[in-house]
């Protein structure tokens, strides 16, 4: 059965594809001024009505960062994207300011977790106009053909090695939620090593450093069933549509899924404020929800043994915090942090990550000095909030430049 569950997907998805077509041109026609159905008492609910289905309905693929410009000491200067290293599973990308050279060069690490690294356009967008920003953006599993090889936890980190290295001596890291494990295991491993390359700064946001503590609803959903359940029940092959064509993945639509299921009700109330706002013509309010879902709804497949591990390794069985993570076969000695400046930023009502499963790295980084660690807790601030919104941009993002001037 689990090997059928893309295709069932794929039909759904086709067939919905098809619903949201239809129901996007009925909208359109309703709402054409010269169409005189479109005054009767029904007719601009209605057409409401259908626009929202449509964007609910509408196949995503990658969005576009977009991020065209950015403005410095009141001056607008213009970004354009470079690829600076490629390998299979993931690229590293850096926005080039135009004329602009120096500043703190910045690895923004996005999560694999189901979300493009377009889900961090507003971490990207604040930190352009004070660092040299560069993010990890990682492809769709489902898009990387068998011959690529397999890409698992401990590839993670070697990937994080490389793009560090390629950035050069000098760079910051900054960790948003899942990664922050892989970033501190790639901090602890490079220290180890002497690694010149090492970041000065590593700023976990959201991470599930240690789980154990403060568990909240996805990390009871990893450790109420065995892992063998999750081997067996939502692991599944990509079908032959796709270049990544027999490869096992664990599919981006389910952990949407997850995700909308537990946070349903504020969904249902901001699809419901979206259709308000489209009957009462305030088509910016409306346009701000429809941004946000297209987001949220680009999904990509992340490899079944990266998966796999992750449930493994961080939830249900603490390795790192235990110290018995290893690294292709090596111990990842926490210890060995002594010259890598740790900022944990946490939220206060963070849902998914739980208040002090951040906060645990600075405990366990045994030899970093004090005056090396620092915690912020974002009063007020729930888990997508602590990278996007106002809150991020006003209250986050300048502990996080301080952070990074004062250890530069």
């Given amino acids: 059965m689990k090997n059928m569950l893309y295709d069932v997907y794929e039909v759904q998805r086709t067939w919905l594809a098809s619903a949201g077509a239809w129901a996007s041109v009925s909208a359109d026609w309703l709402n ?6 479109g005054y009767l ?16 309905a509408a196949t995503r693929g990658k969005p576009a960062f977009g991020l065209d410009s950015t403005t410095i000491d009141g001056r607008e200067v213009a970004v354009h994207e470079e690829i600076v290293l490629q390998k299979p599973f993931g690229q590293l990308k850096r926005f080039v300011r135009d004329g602009v050279e120096g500043g703190p060069k910045l690895l923004i690490v996005a999560p694999m977790s189901g979300h493009y690294a377009t889900l961090l356009r507003g971490t990207v967008e604040r930190m352009l106009p004070v660092a040299d920003v560069h993010i990890t953006d990682w492809r769709d599993a489902r898009q990387v053909p068998l011959s690529d090889g397999h890409f698992d936890l401990d590839d993670y ?6 793009f560090l290295e390629e950035m050069g001596p000098g760079a910051h890291m900054l960790a948003v939620c899942q990664p922050s494990v892989p970033a501190l295991a790639t901090a602890a491993l490079m220290s180890a090593d002497a690694n010149p390359c090492r970041p000065k700064s590593l700023t976990m946001m959201g991470g599930p450093i240690d789980t154990r503590e403060a568990p909240t609803a996805v990390n009871t959903l990893a450790t109420d069933r065995p892992f063998a359940w999750f081997e067996q029940n939502v692991i599944a092959t990509v079908p032959m549509t796709y270049a990544g064509s027999g490869r096992r993945v664990y599919p981006g639509f389910l952990q949407l899924s997850g995700f909308m299921t537990m946070n349903l009700g504020s969904h ?5 404020e979206m259709f ?3 009957v009462a013509g305030d088509g910016e309010s409306a346009d701000a929800t429809k941004a946000f879902y297209d987001e949220y709804r680009s999904v990509c497949d992340m490899t079944a043994e990266f998966y796999l591990q992750t449930i493994d390794v961080v939830f249900q069985n603490h390795k790192l915090p235990k110290g018995e993570m290893t690294h292709h076969g090596r111990p990842v000695d926490l210890s060995a942090i002594r010259d890598v400046a740790l900022l944990a930023i946490e939220g206060e009502r963070d849902d998914i990550s739980g208040l002090g499963q951040t906060k645990a790295a600075l405990t366990l980084a045994t030899k970093l000095p004090a005056a090396k660690k620092r915690y912020y807790m974002a009063e007020g ?6 990278f996007n919104g106002s809150k991020w941009r006003d209250r986050i993002a300048p502990v996080l430049e301080e952070w990074i001037a004062a250890n530069g």
């Fill in 157 to 162: 980190i070697d990937y994080l090695v490389a």
């Fill in 381 to 386: 601030v729930g888990h997508y909030g602590i």
């Fill in 268 to 272: 249902m109330m901001s699809h419901w």
């Fill in 276 to 278: 308000k706002h489209l």
């Fill in 32 to 37: 054409n001024p010269s169409n005189p159905f």
């Fill in 41 to 56: 008492g029904g007719g601009p609910v209605m057409a409401s009505a259908l626009e929202v289905f449509a964007h609910a």
